[in-house]
C-alpha cells in the first residue's frame, strides 16, 4: 500500500511544482490595457498616432504583442468626449491618454483614479484644475501641456505681422466653448496692441458658423486672419483653408497639418514630437511611477511651417529671413 502512495505520489509532485509557477506565468501575462481618447478622427489623427507608436516600441511596448490600446474619436464632435472616456473607464483600463484639453477635462471628470496622460493638454494646466503644479502634479494626471504659455498665441500673430506688414485689421477666429480661449485672447490682444493691429474677435462652435464667420471678416475688411489653436478648428482644418483661400486671406494656424492642407503658415508646438513623448509617460507609469510625482512636460520642439505655393497664390513675398527661420517650406 505504502509503495503505491509512492508511485502516486511521485506521478503527481510534478503537477503539484508546476501549479504555482501556471498561476505566476498568468499574472506576468497580464497585458496592459491602455485607453486614447481624441476629439479628431483615426484618419486625421494618424501622423500623430505613429509617432506614439513609435515612443512605444522605443521603449519596448509593441501594440498587439504586449500592450493593447483602445481608441476612442469623437469625429470632431467634443460633446461626445464624455460618454468616450466613460467607455474606457469601464474597460478598466489602466491608464487613459488624452489629447487636447477637451479630451483631457473629459478624462479627468470621468475618474479620480486611472493614470490620465493628457498631450497638448492646455496652455494652463494647472488655472483649468488639472493639475496642481507643473512640478508636483498631485491627483491622477500628468504628461504634456500645449505650450510654454498662452503667449505662442501673440508669436503666431507677429510672423503673420511680417509675411503682411502692412496688414491694420486682423480676425481672429476662435471657438468660446475651449476653457483657454480666455487665455489666448488676452495674449493677442497684448500683442495686437505691441504691433498696432487692431482685432476681430470672432467665436464659432462648429462648421456650420464658419461662412457666417468669413461673412463677417469680408464686411470688416479684415487683411489677415489668425486661428487659435482648438480641438474643432484643427479637425476642419481643410474647410477653414478653403474658406481663407476665396477669402483671399493670409491665414496663420496652430499646427502643420494646417498648412500640409494649404494654409499660408503655422506656428506652434510639434504635435508628433509631443505624442511621441507621451510615451514615457505611459512606460513610466506601468512601471510603477505614481502621475503626480511625475512633472508636466512643456513643448522643446516648436515649428515655424510655411507654404510657398499658398504665398504666390495670394500675391505675397515671403521675407528671406522668415524663410531662413521656417522648419519647412512647402513649394
Keep these: 500500500m505504502r509503495a503505491y502512495t509512492l508511485i502516486a505520489v511521485l506521478i503527481l509532485l510534478p503537477a503539484l511544482l508546476a501549479a504555482p509557477l501556471a498561476a505566476g506565468a498568468q499574472q506576468v501575462a497580464k497585458v496592459p490595457r491602455i485607453g486614447f481618447v481624441s476629439a479628431a478622427t483615426s484618419g486625421v489623427s494618424s501622423f500623430a498616432l505613429d509617432a506614439f507608436r513609435q515612443g512605444l516600441r522605443e521603449l519596448g511596448w509593441v501594440e498587439g504583442q504586449n500592450i493593447v490600446v483602445d481608441y476612442r474619436f469623437a469625429e470632431g464632435r467634443s460633446d461626445r468626449l464624455p460618454d468616450l472616456a466613460a467607455e474606457l473607464v469601464q474597460l478598466k483600463v489602466d491608464i487613459i491618454v488624452a489629447e487636447a484639453t477637451q479630451g483631457v477635462a473629459a478624462a479627468k471628470n470621468a475618474t479620480k483614479t486611472i493614470p490620465i496622460v493628457m498631450i497638448s493638454g492646455s496652455a494652463d494646466p494647472v488655472g483649468l484644475g488639472f493639475i496642481a ?170 515649428e515655424l511651417v510655411i507654404n510657398l505655393k499658398t504665398a504666390r497664390a495670394l500675391g505675397l513675398t515671403i521675407p528671406p529671413s522668415l524663410l531662413r527661420q521656417a522648419d519647412e517650406v512647402i513649394q
Design 133 to 302: 503644479s507643473l512640478a508636483r502634479p498631485g491627483g491622477n494626471v500628468t504628461g504634456l501641456s500645449y505650450s510654454v504659455g498662452p503667449e505662442i498665441v501673440g508669436k503666431g500673430l507677429e510672423l503673420l505681422k511680417e509675411i503682411v506688414p502692412k496688414v491694420r485689421r486682423v480676425a481672429i477666429l476662435s471657438n468660446p466653448a475651449s476653457p483657454v480661449q480666455p487665455l489666448f485672447i488676452r495674449e493677442v490682444n497684448g500683442a495686437a496692441r505691441k504691433l498696432g493691429v487692431q482685432l476681430q474677435l470672432l467665436e464659432v462652435r462648429g462648421p456650420d458658423e464658419f461662412e457666417g464667420a468669413f461673412a463677417a471678416m469680408a464686411k470688416e475688411r479684415v487683411g489677415a486672419l489668425l486661428v487659435v489653436a482648438d480641438a474643432v478648428l484643427i479637425f476642419h482644418r481643410s474647410r477653414l483653408v478653403d474658406l481663407a483661400a476665396r477669402s483671399r486671406l493670409p491665414a496663420a494656424y496652430s499646427t502643420r497639418a494646417s498648412v500640409e492642407a494649404g494654409g499660408l503658415m503655422s506656428y506652434g508646438p510639434s504635435v508628433r514630437d509631443l505624442f511621441r513623448r507621451s510615451a514615457t509617460f505611459v512606460d513610466k507609469i506601468l512601471k510603477g511611477a505614481k502621475p503626480g510625482d511625475l512633472p508636466v512636460e512643456q513643448p522643446t520642439t516648436f
